[in-house]
């Protein structure tokens, strides 16, 4: 990609080579798109930007571009999260059961929890203040929209029996879809055998994505 364009590459705080954040902080997608902006605003990078955004981190650029919409180019959602998501997961499974596998047990109790309690995720984020942030963002316009989305062979949670699995990765592929709701010029690319983990497991997938939204950019604006 850097053959193409200029990438730049954000490590959230508390990952990777950044600091983490104050233990008293109240974090949000909303607190990772502000450091996103003041980062790119000290190291003296003009937006426009194509965001690309992976897992977690799609739905920190859904709120970037909700919070500085005069500042983005576009978006790259790779396997993103939805912001109705967990909710939507959440009423696929059936009641609870004395003799239901442990898998399901286990499944309905992170998803029940998730957006509750910030210790369950690294970044001690606030799921539900960020799902709703996210859900903010009504359209785009006719800026570039890339939905790049793992495969639908992928399983939440490869324990989990069948069909219950069957039916969480339908509803995962179908928020896929409704992110194309975001711009007229969105497209849907869907890898065809990768899972979530979609810049380690195909990187070559996600590069062509993003690439495909850069050139998506550079010809909207020679019109």
Same mark, same amino acid.
């Given at each position: 990609m850097a053959e193409t364009t200029r990438v730049c590459l954000h490590d959230r705080? #508390?990952? #990777?080579?950044?600091?983490?954040?104050?233990?008293?902080?109240?974090?949000?997608?909303?607190?990772?798109?502000?450091?996103?902006?003041?980062?790119?605003?000290?190291? #003296?990078?003009?937006?426009?930007y194509l965001l690309a955004g992976h897992s977690i981190g799609g739905l920190n650029a859904l709120v970037f571009s909700s919070l500085y919409?005069?500042?983005?180019? #576009?978006?790259?959602?790779?396997?993103?999260?939805?912001?109705?998501?967990?909710?939507?997961?959440?009423?696929?499974?059936?009641?609870?059961?004395?003799?239901?596998?442990?898998?399901?047990?286990?499944?309905?109790?992170?998803?029940?929890?998730?957006?509750s309690d910030p210790s369950l995720n690294p970044e001690r984020m606030d799921v539900a203040a960020s799902n709703a942030g996210a859900d903010r963002l009504r359209t785009l316009g006719d800026r570039p929209v890339i939905v790049a989305t793992h495969s639908p062979n992928w399983r939440m949670e490869p324990e989990l029996p069948e069909p219950l699995a069957g039916r969480l990765e339908a509803v995962t592929q179908d928020l896929q879809r409704q992110f194309l709701l975001l711009s007229s010029a969105s497209v849907q690319v869907v890898a065809p055998t990768a899972g979530h983990g979609l810049p380690h497991e195909d990187p070559d997938f996600v590069a062509a994505a993003i690439l495909q939204g850069v050139a998506s950019v550079r010809a909207r604006r020679r019109f």
């Open positions: 705080a #508390g990952l #990777g080579q950044s600091d983490p954040p104050l233990a008293t902080e109240h974090r949000t997608s909303a607190s990772a798109a502000r450091d996103l902006e003041a980062a790119l605003q000290a190291a #003296g990078i003009e937006p426009t919409d005069d500042q983005v180019a #576009g978006l790259v959602l790779i396997s993103s999260t939805h912001p109705k998501q967990v909710q939507s997961w959440l009423a696929e499974f059936p009641a609870p059961a004395a003799d239901e596998p442990a898998a399901v047990t286990r499944s309905r109790n992170y998803l029940t929890t998730i957006e």
